[in-house]
């Protein structure tokens, strides 16, 4: 910097000299360097203590270059100019050689203020040792020093060295009182707080609110109002570290009422009442005191952001995240954790990755934390190349991280690869916890590793200091009863130290359901009936052991007994997410989604490839005694062939279809999907309830060891996947035009809604049909115009064929009650039969039978 020329006096009492030197340090104490710099370059006259103010603005905004620039120009230093170098340089602790250097070096006799500069430096960057061997050389020490280290000591949780430094001060402030005080209710020693809280020759506000804050954090919340009535005067802090003493001992109605009760809201205030509406659900309060306030900081977002989370509202944290980087606020950890939660919940990968680039650009990417959050994330969303890159790219790894990558191979199915990840982190020499081990049992349990889970398990038991718990027990059973090993299974959860939860009974009823134990299945389901009254799943999954074996009386006598007791079942639904937007589909109800039409367009000729392919639906998969042309009805609405349909309509070729599913993925679908991923040459990645599905060439990543029961098997498909994805794509639909009053159509008014032909309406009846493709069937006189249902990503939907006239005029109407002549001829190389075909179920009609059995977790 260039500097005009000027008079300079190494000191002037001049009130415009004065003035310039306090405007140049309260611009620089409020951020605008540049403001301080004009004020400084406009001054006529400078003197030592103008160049000071400039030089200690630019330590305090981080420019310490321009800093030391503007030092080493000075015309003239005194000792003010040294101790700005030395309290600049003590910020940052790669430069605290540099400020012990510069008190060195100072011309003349260093004062208390130099010392305590570096002092305090030290202190800030946690070397105490540093610190107490200046302290002791100081020639001289103030209240200011003995305070600086008092603080130290405390912060490091040296509570006893800081009493002993305590009683040494020959002159104790208000100020060293409270710190002393304030330590002691940090150790949790709230007696000898309260002992010298009365020994105090005298008190302020900052006093007394350390008192209460303190009573508060140990538990004591009463007498912390008690205090909090008596204290001669409150100010905002006071109130806000009583409200937040109730928030943090659960007491949300009393912290309401004094909220209600405060004479001013400020921020912090609000933001902890926000907080406490969070954590006992009461979101609607929280965004009622979120919308009312007229001043908002970071702290205010997240806490919203963790209201929204805490309680399952996700989409509305997603929301309201994006608000906040629209509004300019920085995000703060709080907020990138929760929101990150929100995204790997929702396998939002879009989200996800705005997120990921929110986080580079706050520069959080360097928080172990953070990233940890940021794997699971990934791994959650399905994208473990991401995940890896982001895990072998960070130093250092915490517990959590390593655990995070175990448990994210484990749910991909990548057993090798997760206990791979096991070793290397004992190899690294990081002791695994509880939650590593129980990453490495799921691997085992996931791929069908027995011996390998026998081997971890018991060297927990043998040569780790962390003892078996429930959740690993859990593990377990899960893994002998996949296995085949129920009775295994079931023996060592009578002889397990650890009292068995519903958890584990869980597992072996699981495990009962894929092997069709019946009898081990009801001694489970008696279990959990004790522990979980209301919940239904164990009742329908016995329901569903009962059908699998033919015990169909059983079954229904279960399914009564489940109406009859009104118990909690979760239905089944799936997800997928396009263009920044969730789309969701429940089983059974493809009606509910806008582009249904095309949606049933997509199934209805998945289902003719997936048959020529020798695919054959597995009614096993079906809790009702019905015939099994209505149960293979039942399976093709299922939530998760709905989303899959969805993402071949939408996502474009050579991206994967992520698709996600709130409970386990049934054992017909998990064989559908496999044949749709070869016949479409498309890779599929599916969540359920429990793990990660990649379909790809035929194949899934858990090698059908996780799903049991399929007749399916994907080497049947016929022709090249391009071939068959292009058929699916461009196959011509044939419109027939009907009598409207034979027609039964679902009461949505779509002109493109596909339904299958009825005589009389009723939901049994119907004429067997041979047809060579998929038949829309419109009113007779409603040309219905297909070009809208044109998918712009993979090609029309529905061909525009002209050698096919949508109206067929050589086709008889219904007129004479006779159906219309369609060939018999047969269609690569013989006729397939469609019987009893039917409607798709109606939004106002209960869900169909196949739905049944997705409630089961």
Not at 225 to 230: G, H, I, N, P, T
Not at 617 to 645: M, P, W
Request: contains cysteine; proline residues 5%; neutral net charge.
């Amino acid at each position: 910097m260039r500097l005009p020329p000027v008079r300079f006096l190494p000191s002037s009492a001049a009130p415009a000299v004065v003035a310039a030197n306090a405007r140049i340090a309260r611009l620089a104490r409020a951020g605008n360097m540049e403001g301080a710099r004009a004020a400084f370059e406009g001054m006529p006259l400078r003197t030592t203590a103008s160049y000071n103010a400039l030089v200690a603005g630019y330590f305090r905004n981080r420019l310490p270059d321009a800093a030391l620039g503007l030092f080493r120009r000075m015309p003239s230093r005194d000792l003010a100019s040294y101790n700005a170098l030395i309290s600049g340089l003590s910020l940052r602790r790669d430069t605290l050689p540099d400020a012990a250097a510069a008190l060195a070096s100072i011309p003349f006799p260093p004062s208390v203020v130099s010392f305590t500069s570096l002092l305090r430096g030290y202190v800030r960057h946690g070397l105490l040792a540093d610190a107490i061997r200046l302290f002791r050389q100081m020639p001289e020490r103030n209240h200011v020093s003995y305070t600086v280290l008092l603080g130290g000591l405390l912060d490091a949780g040296r509570v006893n060295e800081a009493r002993r430094l305590f009683d040494e001060m020959p002159e104790r402030d208000v100020v060293a009182w409270t710190a002393m005080l304030s330590g002691y209710c940090q150790a949790g020693r709230i007696a000898e707080a309260r002992v010298l809280f009365d020994e105090m020759p005298k008190r302020n506000v900052v006093s007394w609110t350390a008192m209460i804050s303190g009573y508060a954090q140990n538990g004591e919340v009463n007498l912390a109002r008690k205090l909090f009535e008596v204290m001669p005067e409150r100010n905002e802090v006071s109130w806000t570290a009583m409200l937040v003493g109730y928030i943090q001992a659960g007491h949300v109605e009393d912290a309401e009422e004094l909220f209600n009760a405060m004479p001013e809201r400020p921020v912090a205030a609000c933001n902890a009442m926000m907080v406490g509406f969070g954590q006992r659900g009461m979101v609607d309060a929280a965004k009622a005191v979120f919308d009312k306030m007229r001043e908002r900081d970071d702290g205010t977002w997240s806490a919203m952001i963790k209201a929204y989370e805490q309680n399952e509202f996700l989409m509305e944290a997603l929301s309201t995240f994006r608000k906040m980087l629209w509004r300019g606020v920085r995000p703060n950890y709080p907020s990138v954790i929760s929101i990150l939660s929100v995204c790997a919940a929702l396998a939002v990968l879009d989200y996800g990755r705005e997120v990921h680039a929110a986080m580079l650009r706050c520069s959080f990417d360097m928080d172990v934390f953070a990233v940890s959050a940021l794997i699971t994330m990934y791994i959650k969303c399905g994208n473990l190349d991401k995940a890896k890159r982001t895990f072998h790219t960070f130093e250092p790894k915490d517990v959590v991280m390593w655990n995070s990558m175990i448990t994210g191979y484990a749910q991909h199915g990548l057993g090798e690869e997760a206990l791979g990840i096991f070793h290397d982190m004992t190899l690294a020499g990081m002791a695994p916890d509880g939650i590593t081990y129980i990453g490495a049992l799921t691997a085992c349990s996931y791929t069908g590793k027995v011996k390998e889970g026998r081997e971890i398990f018991n060297s927990m038991t043998m040569s780790s200091a962390i003892r078996p718990g429930a959740e690993h027990y859990s593990c377990m059973v899960d893994l002998l009863g996949r296995a085949g090993l129920v009775e295994e299974a079931l023996d060592l959860i009578r002889n397990m130290p650890v009292e068995p939860d519903a958890v584990i009974w869980g597992a072996l009823m699981g495990a009962c359901r894929m092997h069709r134990n019946a009898e081990i299945a009801e001694v489970a389901a008696k279990k959990l009936l004790e522990l979980e009254p209301e919940n239904a799943g164990p009742y329908v999954l016995l329901s569903h052991i009962y059908t699998s074996i033919g015990r169909w009386e059983d079954a229904s006598k279960m399914r009564k007994f489940i109406s009859s007791r009104n118990l909690n079942k979760s239905p089944g639904c799936s997800w997928i997410e396009y263009d920044k937007r969730v789309h969701l589909f429940t089983s059974g109800d493809v009606l509910a989604h806008p582009e249904h039409a095309v949606i049933l367009k997509i199934l209805e000729k998945l289902d003719v490839l997936l048959m020529e392919s020798g695919y054959s639906a597995d009614g096993s998969f079906v809790l009702h005694d019905i015939d099994e042309e209505q149960k293979a009805h039942s399976l093709r609405y299922h939530s998760e062939r709905q989303a899959v349909a969805y993402g071949l309509l939408k996502i474009p070729e050579g991206m994967p279809i992520r698709v996600m599913k709130n409970l386990r993925v049934c054992g017909d679908c998990h064989s559908a999907i496999k044949l749709i991923a070869k016949i479409t040459a498309r890779e599929i990645i599916l969540r359920d309830a429990n793990r990660f599905h990649h379909f790809k060439d035929g194949f899934c990543s858990c090698r059908d060891y996780w799903i049991q029961g399929s007749t399916v098997s994907s080497s049947s498909t016929e022709e090249p996947g391009r071939q068959m994805l292009d058929k699916l794509i461009d196959a011509p639909l044939i419109t027939l035009p009907v009598r409207h009053d034979l027609l039964q159509f679902p009461g949505i008014g779509s002109e493109h809604l596909p339904v299958f032909l009825h005589h009389d309406g009723t939901d049994s009846s119907g004429d067997t049909v041979s047809v060579e493709r998929p038949i829309l069937i419109v009113p007779r006189h409603h040309h219905t115009d297909l070009s809208s249902l044109e998918n712009p990503s993979i090609g029309a939907l529905v061909a525009e064929d002209r050698k096919h006239d949508q109206r067929v005029p050589e086709l008889q109407s219904f007129d004479d009650g006779a159906p219309p002549a369609v060939s018999q001829e047969p269609a690569h190389g013989g006729v397939r039969q469609y019987s009893h075909l039917r409607s798709p179920p109606r939004r106002d009609q209960p869900a169909l039978a196949g739905a049944a059995h997705e409630s089961v977790r």
